[in-house]
């Protein structure tokens, strides 16, 4: 299909171009003298973006599930107890993957479309006074269902009380897109991915640990091999890795991070969320509902939007993708065919954003939804002219001057000819 297809599922996202060629590399030697120039400040600098002065980075060559992988088993035990908010399908995953490691989960559910259940994560600490509970795993940002939860309150319900838990965070689908401050909130393990905020494709698991998360490292029995933070640690000290990294997607990273450090963190935060909410707000002129049940859940890199009753919200999928070139996020488990999903995280603007919701709009309306043509494209239009920064003054090169009226065609034609005369 001509033109370019326009990528807004929730991950992977758009790759920028100056990452694309910072990748373009012949390959290199992973132990020459000169690798750990490019690793060893890689590492350094990707603490930045996790927030963190403390902790310790870790790129596993993996993709955000290697990366949940490891903070478990580097710090747990077989049979040991965390605790788990499930609401939607990527907490869902995390806990199966504790269960099947051999830990006991305590799960906590909540409805798909609410936010880690914050009181009963509060409750569940305070009883457990002999401190049986090792870790509590906490989902930031619930790709599955365009839901963002309060990793601070988390922090809050472990301090109060006084329980020494690991604080694990998914970010997979939040870190560099959302505001995620791992010191601030005393995360002790905090997991992401390439593919999304960090704008590269997917193939590298990101672990940050905290030095409490690290300390233990020892006592912890799970087995692990590929993913074992003591290899890494030992490795990295001298800038090498244990086994063969990916090149392109370390030098990707490279400048992953050195693009958002240079639009500075908290400009990227906002971004992110001038652009979610310009996308809810069309969802609103359509008429339709998210599928987050309060605002303070609303994620600022997928909205989930539910499709109307008899709709099948594959078919708005498929439209879009076979017809429109544009690809949206499915439903997923539980919210198959009930609801579509944009992604509007990494490299993007109002502009293609619009391609997005514009696509959307014609997609529905083939799948029989009625949602007024240009309804939401106009609405979001409209959110981002009036939030846009304001111009900085400059010289404009002075209007022409207004044309001479012009002559009447008859006389111009009878002149034209009279001159040929
Ligand atoms: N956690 C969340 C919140 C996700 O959105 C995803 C993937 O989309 C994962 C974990 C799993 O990551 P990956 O597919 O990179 O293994």
């Given at each position: 299909m001509a033109g370019r297809n326009f990528l807004f599922v929730p991950g992977p996202t758009n790759v920028p171009d100056r990452i694309l060629r910072a990748m373009h590399r012949a390959m290199e030697?992973?132990?020459?003298?000169?690798?750990p120039a490019l690793a060893a400040p890689v590492l350094e600098d990707l603490k930045k973006v996790f927030k963190t002065t403390s902790g310790q980075a870790f790129i596993f060559p993996a993709s955000g599930t290697g990366a949940w992988e490891a903070s478990l088993t580097n710090t747990l035990s077989p049979g040991d107890k965390v605790l788990a908010g499930r609401f939607g399908m990527f907490s869902q995953l995390w806990i199966d993957m504790a269960e099947r490691l051999g830990l006991q989960v305590q799960v906590l559910d909540a409805e798909?479309?609410?936010?880690?259940p914050l009181e009963r994560y509060r409750e569940a600490l305070a009883a457990d006074k002999g401190h049986a509970i090792k870790a509590v795993l906490f989902t930031h940002n619930e790709t599955a269902t365009g839901v963002t939860s309060n990793v601070a309150g988390a922090r809050r319900a472990l301090d109060d009380a006084k329980h020494p838990a690991l604080l694990m965070v998914d970010?997979?689908?939040?870190?560099?897109s959302i505001d995620f401050g791992m010191d601030e909130w005393g995360v002790d393990l905090a997991v992401t991915g390439s593919?999304?905020?960090?704008?590269?494709?997917?193939g590298l698991g990101l672990v940050c640990a905290s030095q409490k998360a690290l300390s233990k490292y020892d006592g912890a029995k799970l087995p692990r091999c590929f993913f074992d933070f003591g290899d890494m640690r030992k490795a990295n000290t001298t800038g090498y890795f244990p086994y063969t990294p990916s090149l392109p997607l370390l030098y990707g990273l490279r400048e992953s991070v050195a693009m958002l450090l240079e639009e500075g963190l908290e400009n990227v935060f906002a971004r992110h969320h001038r652009l979610a909410e310009g996308t809810r707000q069309a969802v609103k002129a359509w008429g339709l509902e998210l599928c987050a049940r309060a605002p303070e859940w609303y994620s600022d890199t997928v909205t989930a939007i539910m499709v109307p009753a008899?709709?099948?919200g594959a078919e708005v999928i498929d439209i879009a993708y076979r017809r429109y070139n544009l690809a949206l996020g499915a439903g997923l488990a539980r919210m198959a065919g009930k609801l579509f999903r944009i992604g509007h995280l990494g490299d993007l603007n109002e502009l293609m954003l619009l391609g997005a919701l514009s696509g959307a709009e014609m997609a529905m309306r083939d799948a029989g939804i009625k949602v007024t043509p240009g309804s939401g494209v106009a609405v979001a239009q409209e959110y981002w002219r009036g939030t846009a920064p304001a111009l900085s003054k400059r010289d404009l090169p002075p209007r022409a001057p207004d044309a001479e009226p012009a002559a009447p065609a008859a006389a111009k034609e009878k002149a034209t000819v009279g001159a040929a005369r």
């Amino acid at each position: 299909m001509a033109g370019r297809n326009f990528l807004f599922v929730p991950g992977p996202t758009n790759v920028p171009d100056r990452i694309l060629r910072a990748m373009h590399r012949a390959m290199e030697d992973h132990r020459s003298s000169d690798f750990p120039a490019l690793a060893a400040p890689v590492l350094e600098d990707l603490k930045k973006v996790f927030k963190t002065t403390s902790g310790q980075a870790f790129i596993f060559p993996a993709s955000g599930t290697g990366a949940w992988e490891a903070s478990l088993t580097n710090t747990l035990s077989p049979g040991d107890k965390v605790l788990a908010g499930r609401f939607g399908m990527f907490s869902q995953l995390w806990i199966d993957m504790a269960e099947r490691l051999g830990l006991q989960v305590q799960v906590l559910d909540a409805e798909w479309g609410e936010g880690a259940p914050l009181e009963r994560y509060r409750e569940a600490l305070a009883a457990d006074k002999g401190h049986a509970i090792k870790a509590v795993l906490f989902t930031h940002n619930e790709t599955a269902t365009g839901v963002t939860s309060n990793v601070a309150g988390a922090r809050r319900a472990l301090d109060d009380a006084k329980h020494p838990a690991l604080l694990m965070v998914d970010g997979v689908s939040s870190i560099a897109s959302i505001d995620f401050g791992m010191d601030e909130w005393g995360v002790d393990l905090a997991v992401t991915g390439s593919q999304k905020g960090l704008m590269l494709p997917a193939g590298l698991g990101l672990v940050c640990a905290s030095q409490k998360a690290l300390s233990k490292y020892d006592g912890a029995k799970l087995p692990r091999c590929f993913f074992d933070f003591g290899d890494m640690r030992k490795a990295n000290t001298t800038g090498y890795f244990p086994y063969t990294p990916s090149l392109p997607l370390l030098y990707g990273l490279r400048e992953s991070v050195a693009m958002l450090l240079e639009e500075g963190l908290e400009n990227v935060f906002a971004r992110h969320h001038r652009l979610a909410e310009g996308t809810r707000q069309a969802v609103k002129a359509w008429g339709l509902e998210l599928c987050a049940r309060a605002p303070e859940w609303y994620s600022d890199t997928v909205t989930a939007i539910m499709v109307p009753a008899g709709v099948n919200g594959a078919e708005v999928i498929d439209i879009a993708y076979r017809r429109y070139n544009l690809a949206l996020g499915a439903g997923l488990a539980r919210m198959a065919g009930k609801l579509f999903r944009i992604g509007h995280l990494g490299d993007l603007n109002e502009l293609m954003l619009l391609g997005a919701l514009s696509g959307a709009e014609m997609a529905m309306r083939d799948a029989g939804i009625k949602v007024t043509p240009g309804s939401g494209v106009a609405v979001a239009q409209e959110y981002w002219r009036g939030t846009a920064p304001a111009l900085s003054k400059r010289d404009l090169p002075p209007r022409a001057p207004d044309a001479e009226p012009a002559a009447p065609a008859a006389a111009k034609e009878k002149a034209t000819v009279g001159a040929a005369r």
